[in-house]
């Protein structure tokens, strides 16, 4: 089985149709959180995802649409966003929204999926191998993969190790599930922060027990022309364009 996994897409459907044909043929689709927030697209976002066979996790921007979350914690452009957004989400995609869950049973015995960290699945950013080594002791498979920081990223924790190390996802280069544990960021779909302004994902290959981060290029102008046409705040247009 191959199974596709997106984490951040953030509204941007021409991100994620090229990501879908990029990937190739598979039969599942992860997502981990943050469908919506930010783009210009939610609702065919959305409605792309669920024509698929699709396991989806939520993410904060997702809970702010919905009121969730409190949007004071929020930026102002992120706030904007959001609350465009909500104006903008059928009945039908707000509930299907609200009934994304916050975690989800261990996937093929083997996985943990979360949009922010096993300890806080929500908000907690796992950008530093501190952060990383202490959320280890928070979920109990070997891999554990997650989004939220829009970085692509694996840390790997040997068993009995006081530390984990962080190393950045190369593209292309299958990951083999180790005797060490790890923690996977494919990235973001919509909305890198990398500095590299293509489309991440990855792919995880069951009958080869690899998973590979994958980058695509996709039209950023048409995704910033959408955004222009629908008022969303300029820094948010600005930053597709730098990958940050
Ligand atoms: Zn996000």
Known sequence: MRILIV?????NLIALNTVIEAAGSFDRIWCLGDVVGYGPEPN??????????????????????????????FNPDARGAALWTRNQ????????????????????????????SPRYPI?????????????????????CLMGHTHVPVVY??????????AEPLVENAPLTFGPER???NPGSVGQPR??????????????????????????IGATQAKMEQAGLPLRLIARLSYGW
Request: proline share 5%; aromatic share 8%.
């Open 156 to 165: 790997r924790h040997a068993p009995g190790a006081r530390t984990a190390l």
């Open 194 to 219: 990398d500095g590299d302004n293509r489309a991440a994902f990855a792919v995880l290959d069951t009958e080869t027990a690899t998973l590979t981060p994958h980058r695509v290029a996709y039209d």
């Open 7 to 11: 984490s951040d897409i953030h509204a």
């Open 123 to 143: 908000w907690e950013y796992v950008l530093t191998p501190a952060v990383a080594r202490l959320n280890f002791d928070h979920f109990d498979t070997p891999v």
């Open 89 to 116: 989400l059928s009945v039908n995609n707000l509930d299907w929204l609200h009934a994304l869950p916050e975690r989800v049973a261990p996937q093929l015995d083997k996985f943990t999926l979360v949009h922010g």
């Open 44 to 73: 065919a976002c959305i409605e792309t995802l669920r024509a698929y066979d699709l396991l989806c996790i939520a993410g904060n921007h997702d809970w702010a649409v919905l009121d969730k979350l409190d949007l004071e914690e």
């Open 182 to 184: 790890m923690m996977i």
